[in-house]
């Protein structure tokens, strides 16, 4: 195998510059943890970015993998496809919506509720779209014209027309930007990329009360927070939003590309015959993980996830009363977790890599955890342990 700094040299050589990577060779992985060329072992609190939802290397998944691939990998949407069906019916017992389109990523999600939404008020002259401060729904041309930050959006103007981004949580912001000519609202409940922050009770009922009014679609972005990761299956159930659209991604396919975008009843018939389509979407063997992930969470993963969120959530808001001026807010659902940190949170990263657990830090100083659903009270342990020591350390 080729050393770390051919590897890099060759990356740097090859590739458009536009990802930052870790300093190391992943020869394998193995549950919870990553084993490097070096036979170092680490813990993967980050899950790759929520996408192994149940971990590495987990014989379910490569069972159902195998079992698929003898069958066939792809045959393209002109067929009827068993996986798809049996994935598409889990989906909409565990919602009560109707409808399932599958993509392969969030972004292709998100790009698909905005061609809903406008085929939905088609000849209304209705075309607003609004998002909040500090969220994430993707990076390709109309999703990108969603999402907050600037630095992500400023350089590819001309973006998408008539999207306003609005304070999160500013229920004046609502008042005063919300009416008949707002047609769609998204909005992650618990924003991942911001920092894992939390809409507020009062904001969510806002929105509801709003939509009653206008009448817009509201679309429940769950691409992280969705299938399981909270303790319930979508975020937005804990805050009681009335969601018409659901967004998923990441962690359905278990760590295989799969995406969805689930409609209720009102929306059930937008689309039609050569409206929306997708080569890859709904590819059978990431539909096979999908269901194993979702019997998986029906047995007893799913509860699992909300008691060791909160095992792992009471360790840590120990760690911070005891190192009250370092950590400034501990906040998160189930295995979806921000630690706030009074300083920047990169360097927390690198000295915890050394330590052997793997985290990740955004929006500067919120390290965020998103560890796979098979994490046990001992991994949390050892994790928390090392935290506090990293913390407490002259950083
Ligand atoms: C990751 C993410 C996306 C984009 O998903 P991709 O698969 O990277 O395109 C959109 N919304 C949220 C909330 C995300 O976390």
């Known amino acids: 195998m080729d050393s770390l700094n051919n590897l890099i040299s060759k990356e740097e050589q090859d590739f458009f510059h536009t990802y930052k990577r870790l300093s190391m060779i992943v020869e394998r992985g193995e549950g919870c943890y990553l084993y490097t060329d070096k036979g170092e072992k680490i813990l993967d609190m980050f899950g790759g970015l ?20 003898k069958k066939y990998i792809h045959v393209s949407n002109f067929f009827y496809q068993e996986k798809q069906i049996a994935l598409a019916e889990i ?20 790009e698909a509720a905005i061609k809903l939404i406008r085929k939905y008020f088609i000849g209304t002259g209705r075309k607003e779209l609004v998002s909040f401060s500090g969220s994430f729904h993707g990076r390709t041309m109309g999703a990108l014209s969603l999402t907050s930050r600037k630095k992500y959006r400023e350089l590819y103007a001309p973006l998408l027309e008539g999207v306003a981004h609005l304070e999160f949580n500013s229920i004046k912001d609502l008042e005063e930007n919300i009416n008949e000519n707002t047609a769609g609202i998204f909005i992650e409940c618990i924003q991942g990329e911001g920092g894992v922050n939390f809409a507020a009770s009062e904001f969510v009922n806002k929105i509801n009360e709003l939509k009653r009014k206008f009448e817009f679609i509201v ?10 990761r909270t303790g319930k299956m979508h975020g937005f159930e804990h805050f009681g939003l009335e969601a018409d659209i659901i967004l998923l991604a990441k962690g359905i396919g278990g760590g295989l590309p799969l995406g969805a975008v689930l409609g209720s009843s009102r ?10 389509g997708s080569t890859f979407g709904g590819n059978p063997v990431a539909a096979a993980c999908g269901i ?18 909160k095992y792992l959530m009471n360790s840590l808001k120990s760690i911070q009363s005891r190192n009250p001026e370092k950590i400034t807010d501990v906040r998160g659902k189930g295995l979806m ?26 929006n500067e100083n919120v390290i965020r955890l998103l560890p ?10 050892m994790f928390t342990e090392k935290f506090e020591s990293v913390i407490s350390s002259g950083l």
């Open 50 to 69: 929520a996408v192994n939802s149940l971990g590495y290397n987990h014989p379910r998944i490569n069972e159902a993998i195998e079992a698929q691939i």
């Open 292 to 309: 194993v992930i979702f019997e998986e969470l029906q047995n007893g993963m799913l509860n699992n996830n909300a008691v060791l969120g």
């Open 267 to 276: 929306v059930e018939n937008v689309f039609t015959y050569g409206d929306h």
């Open 372 to 381: 796979p659903y098979i994490i046990t009270e001992k991994d949390i342990d």
């Open 219 to 228: 679309v429940a972005d769950e691409i992280q927070s969705g299938i399981g």
């Open 91 to 110: 989906l909409l017992k565990f919602t009560g919506f109707s409808k399932v389109f599958f993509s392969n990523s969030g972004t292709e999600s998100t």
């Open 337 to 362: 977790i921000g630690i706030q940190l009074s300083f920047p949170g990169q360097p927390v990263v690198e000295k915890l890599i050394k330590e052997g657990v793997l985290v990740n830090c955004t």
